[in-house]
């Protein structure tokens, strides 16, 4: 079974492996995901399956309709796994830790990362800044000349420049799965993955890493 969870991140710790190294990992709180949906070629014009994950005091009508052909209570979040075959997913069908990862596997985690408001140059792009000396007192934060001289006489698409910084969408890949318990519907990962604690993130299989 190749799918995925949504699930909410915790927070970071750290564990010791075999060795007795310290190993910093993730806790995700993944799940259960009811199956609400699954989608096929013949009729979607792809195959997917609808997650829905944690609670929601109010649902209008259609969305009471959408989630009672699955058997389940109105969720907060729905997101869609594309998957190869929906042959073994059914409607109504209930997606844990266990059924999905197992210690070892390799997961790439997608989250909203944290919001910082309107930043400059350095703060966003990591720019060096001017010079500290020679005049340059005020210029040390600024990002310097955005100019073309009169050809093309404009400034050129994709410059960086200060704005908004943060809260994007932002995939960390091929991250191993330390330890699981089914009973909590947690799961570590090595390493750190986007957003705040408590965010919303979604836990599936790595594309990129051969899993067994």
Known sequence: M????????????????ESGASVPVTVIEAGPCPVVQVK????????????????????????????????????????????????????????????VFAPGDVVDVAGITKGRGFAGVVKKFNFRGGDGSHGGEKDLRRGGSIGTSATPSRVVK?????????????????????LLDAEKNLLV????????????????????????
Do not use: C, W
């Open 158 to 178: 994709g410059r960086k420049m200060p704005g908004h910084f943060g809260h994007s969408r932002l995939t960390v890949q091929n991250l191993r799965v330390m």
């Open 189 to 212: 990962v090595n390493g750190a993955i986007p957003g705040p604690a408590g965010g919303v993130v979604l836990v599936s299989k790595a594309v990129k890493h051969g899993n067994a």
């Open 40 to 99: 096929t070629v013949a009729k979607d014009t792809y195959s997917a399956i609808q997650l829905a994950f944690g609670s929601r005091k109010r649902a209008n009508r259609p969305t009471q309709g959408h989630f009672a052909k699955a058997e389940a209570d109105p969720a907060r979040y729905l997101r869609e796994f594309r998957v190869d075959d929906v042959s073994e997913f059914t409607q109504g069908q209930v997606l844990d830790v266990e059924a």
């Open 2 to 17: 190749s799918a995925g969870l949504i699930g909410r991140k915790v927070g970071m710790t750290r564990i010791f492996d």
